[in-house]
């Protein structure tokens, strides 16, 4: 069946550096990928989504390129903040009705 | 204001419980699904809603079965509460097929079963 994967569960950085969390996708269908964020007691929001191989998506200083070739949609920032600190989801749609979320990859950004 | 709006926010209960999720949204979004947060886990989902009494299991529903009557609510009932059920639970909705539009999620409902 159609899998997501986000190989880290926590990432630390101190503000100002880059980031970038994985992103892996497994799926018969030609697919939609999405990132959502989820702050602290909030509701996941969408942050990003694509269907177009290599075209670079942008939204809030984030931004991912979805790689067909490699099956990645992999998320990225020049430069977090404090306010970035939240749980991400990577998630796999096929433009049916399900939606397929990986575990989730919690970013601490400290001072 | 598009919104979805889930009830109670907290919710506490006993082995053996019934226990009814509540969830609403203004949007007239056709598509609503529930999903349930553990932690290193993501988000599983337990059903989907294609419409009004029209609804297909996801990936975990054992233990848990929905009701919608209007195009606006979407409930999920657990008969007779189980330990492992203790979760947070993530109602949604979407315009149309999920898979391809944005989710529209709720703040989620934190059940503890004891």
């Known amino acids: 069946g159609d899998s997501v994967t986000q190989t880290e569960g926590l990432v630390t950085l101190t503000k100002g550096l880059p980031v970038m969390l994985n992103c892996t996708y497994q799926t018969t269908y030609s697919p939609f990928l999405f990132w959502y964020v989820q702050h602290l007691n909030e509701a996941p929001k969408l942050l990003l989504k694509?269907?177009?191989?290599?075209k670079r998506t942008e939204h809030q200083g984030f931004y991912a390129t979805l790689h067909k070739s490699s099956s990645s949609f992999h998320l990225q920032k020049s430069s977090v903040q404090l306010s970035d600190s939240a749980l991400y989801f990577c998630?796999?749609?096929?433009?049916?009705?399900?939606?397929?979320f990986g575990s989730g990859t919690r970013l601490l950004v400290s001072p | 204001d598009m919104k979805v709006t889930q009830m109670p926010r907290y919710l506490i209960k006993r082995m053996g419980e019934n226990v009814l999720l509540e969830c609403g949204q203004d949007?007239?979004?056709?598509?609503m699904y529930w999903y349930r947060q553990d932690p290193g886990l993501g988000l599983q989902l337990i059903y989907i809603s294609y419409d009004v009494d029209s609804n297909s299991e996801g990936d975990i529903p054992k233990g848990y079965r929905v009701s919608r009557k209007k195009r606006e609510h979407f409930s999920l009932i657990l008969d007779s509460a189980k330990t492992n059920q203790t979760s947070v639970y993530f109602c949604?909705?979407?315009?149309?097929?999920?898979?391809?539009?944005?989710?529209?999620f709720g703040s989620g409902t934190r059940l503890t079963v004891l």
């Open positions: 949604a909705s979407s315009p149309g097929q999920g898979g391809a539009e944005t989710l529209y």
């Open positions: 998630a796999s749609g096929t433009g049916g009705y399900k939606v397929v």
């Open positions: 949007m007239s979004h056709e598509t």
């Open positions: 694509s269907s177009t191989d290599n």
